[in-house]
């Protein structure tokens, strides 16, 4: 990170400009190159598949990539990559594995993950009307999703839907499944890319989709008809909690800049840090991502110790926390550096952009906080009922 990603920050940017809709700049693979050379590959994957490692040992490093937007494509580490191969990994078949997943750790490919859809609220997954009917050999899928994030992307390949293949089993849970779907398939329209604040996050972006009479063989179903609900729960465990890594990765680099900022910065007669506000200002941020950073290790490490399930109440107690965390500290690091903080002259406004956004990303904040609050009211509540 410090020899070859941000010295290069400024220099990929203005890449980015020339490359092309939809193309990453030349820079990106010449450094993924030299990552994968030195091992630095897949290192979110536990088992074989990946580099080895637990969610505890991948939490500081995946922070350590948090501090530059782009950094953890780098290292085939990037979402929605990331949540994709889990699910392939977990529930993929063999001939699954080896069209999609291993090009995918390869780093040859990309995916996305298209599962919001505009006309409903996707916060409640069994909301989703998109349709995936059997037809002989075949799904036909027909439906409009957006915030599909990674489809525009030029090495995007594989689409991963989730919608409805039994809308009327009396288990809501049971009425979704998950299915493969090459992006070239003939019916699949990107509409348009949606803008995150203002951000259109290229090249991958956030595209609105239609799927029109998309046709694919029934073997691109995954796990089963009635098994996306699983699907989708056993993905956003780990996804939410390397999003928390990663924003603690940025609200600790916009820590540092404020407390450079306010060093260097005089006003009224005296450097910023010398004024009592900011002072508190920096002392809260430093508490707050101490805070969170324990929060998220602890998580990891009951992921580590007990499994995803099991450690879910501290999954949605970091994805509560961290996000909300992290837009704080980086808007008082915003206050700190003025008219500076909002421009492009700073990682501030982008990383503000990603960490409010995450509010939403991977369930909001209403659902985390009702799911969790549920839960601990049944595991505590019996005590007080016996």
């Given at each position: 990170?410090?020899?070859?990603?941000?010295?290069n920050?400024?220099?990929?940017?203005?890449?980015l400009?020339?490359?092309?809709d939809?193309?990453?700049?030349?820079?990106?693979?010449?450094?993924k190159?030299?990552?994968?050379?030195?091992?630095?590959w897949?290192?979110?994957?536990p088992?074989?598949h990946?580099?080895?490692?637990?969610?505890a040992?991948?939490?500081?490093?995946?922070e350590?990539m948090?501090?530059?937007a782009?950094?953890?494509?780098?290292f085939n580490?990037s979402?929605?990559?990331?949540?994709?191969?889990?699910?392939?990994?977990?529930?993929?078949?063999?001939a699954?594995k080896?069209?999609?997943?291993?090009?995918?750790?390869?780093?040859?490919i990309?995916?996305?993950?298209?599962?919001?859809?505009?006309?409903?609220?996707s916060s409640?997954?069994t909301?989703?009307q998109?349709?995936?009917?059997?037809?002989?050999?075949?799904?036909?899928?027909?439906?409009?999703?957006?915030?599909?994030?990674g489809?525009?992307?030029?090495?995007?390949?594989?689409?991963?839907?989730?919608?409805?293949?039994?809308?009327?089993?009396?288990?809501?849970?049971?009425?979704?499944?998950?299915i493969?779907?090459?992006?070239?398939?003939?019916?699949?329209?990107?509409?348009?890319?949606?803008?995150?604040?203002?951000?259109?996050?290229?090249?991958?972006g956030h595209?609105?989709?239609?799927?029109?009479n998309?046709?694919?063989p029934?073997?691109?179903?995954?796990?089963g008809?009635?098994?996306g609900?699983?699907?989708?729960?056993?993905?956003?465990?780990?996804?939410?909690?390397?999003?928390?890594m990663?924003l603690?990765?940025?609200?600790?680099?916009?820590l540092?800049?404020?407390?450079?900022?306010?060093?260097?910065?005089?006003?009224?007669?005296?450097?910023?840090?010398?004024?009592?506000?900011?002072?508190?200002?920096?002392?809260?941020?430093?508490?707050e991502?101490?805070?969170?950073?324990?929060?998220?290790?602890?998580a990891?490490?009951k992921?580590?110790?007990?499994?995803?399930?099991?450690?879910?109440?501290?999954?949605a107690?970091?994805?509560?926390?961290?996000?909300?965390?992290?837009?704080?500290?980086?808007?008082?690091a915003i206050q700190?550096?003025?008219a500076?903080?909002?421009?492009?002259?700073?990682?501030?406004?982008?990383?503000y952009?990603?960490?409010?956004?995450i509010?939403?990303?991977?369930?909001?904040?209403?659902?985390?906080?009702?799911?969790?609050?549920?839960?601990?009211?049944k595991?505590?509540?019996?005590?007080?009922?016996?």
């Open positions: 990170m410090a020899e070859h990603i941000l010295p920050e400024a220099r990929y940017a203005e890449a400009k020339s490359a092309g939809g193309h990453a700049p030349a820079l990106l693979q010449q450094l190159a030299l990552a994968r050379a030195q091992g630095l897949n290192l979110f994957l088992g074989h990946g580099a080895g490692l637990s969610n040992d991948y939490a500081p490093l995946a350590i948090g501090r530059v782009w950094a953890s494509e780098v580490c979402a929605p990559d990331t949540g994709n191969m889990e699910i392939l990994s977990l529930y993929g078949t063999e699954q080896a069209r999609w997943l291993q090009p995918l750790m390869a780093g040859e990309r995916s996305a993950f298209s599962m919001t859809e505009p006309a409903v609220a409640d997954a909301n989703i998109c349709e995936i009917r059997r037809d002989g050999d075949h799904y036909v899928i027909n439906g409009r999703k957006w915030y599909t994030s489809a525009m992307n030029a090495a995007c390949q594989l689409l991963i839907v989730m919608g409805k293949t039994e809308p009327d089993h009396p288990d809501k849970h049971r009425q979704q499944s998950m493969l779907v090459p992006i070239d398939t003939p019916g699949v329209k990107i509409v348009r890319n949606m803008a995150a604040f203002g951000y259109e996050d290229h090249p991958g595209p609105e989709v239609v799927y029109d998309v046709r694919v029934a073997e691109n179903l995954l796990l008809e009635g098994r609900f699983e699907i989708a729960q056993g993905r956003l465990g780990p996804g939410r909690i390397h999003h928390c990663r603690i990765g940025c609200a600790q680099r916009a540092e800049l404020m407390c450079q900022r306010a060093t260097a910065r005089v006003a009224f007669g005296k450097p910023l840090g010398e004024h009592g506000s900011v002072r508190e200002d920096i002392a809260h941020s430093y508490c991502i101490e805070q969170a950073r324990l929060l998220t290790m602890m990891a490490e992921m580590d110790r007990e499994g995803n399930k099991a450690a879910r109440d501290l999954i107690a970091a994805k509560i926390v961290v996000p909300a965390m992290a837009a704080r500290v980086i808007d008082r700190v550096h003025g500076a903080g909002v421009s492009q002259d700073t990682f501030l406004a982008e990383a952009v990603y960490a409010r956004f509010r939403i990303g991977d369930g909001p904040d209403q659902v985390h906080l009702a799911a969790l609050g549920r839960q601990l009211l595991q505590h509540g019996a005590a007080a009922v016996a």
